[in-house]
């Protein structure tokens, strides 16, 4: 469960981000291709780039928590055990 909060609510806030950013530049009544419309109406235009943004977005963070390693991986360090009990005192 942790891991998907890690993964989709970063890309998710970046999906949002990259939508609005990209249609305060660009109206999507005036994306075509060859001439052609690419979307019937404005609110088709908005969820589909917001969901393939999302998409891109759950992609980029899946592969840092992939290639995410912990401090004792990175440093090679192992912390010494703990030992319990008062250190001064010598065994009976």
Sequence with gaps: MKKGILLFWPSFIIAVIATTVFYSIFDPAELTLHGNSLFHDKLTAYSVFLLVSWLFGAANTAI????????RDINGFTPPPVISGDEDSTPS
């Design 64 to 71: 840092v928590l992939l290639l995410e390693k912990s401090a």
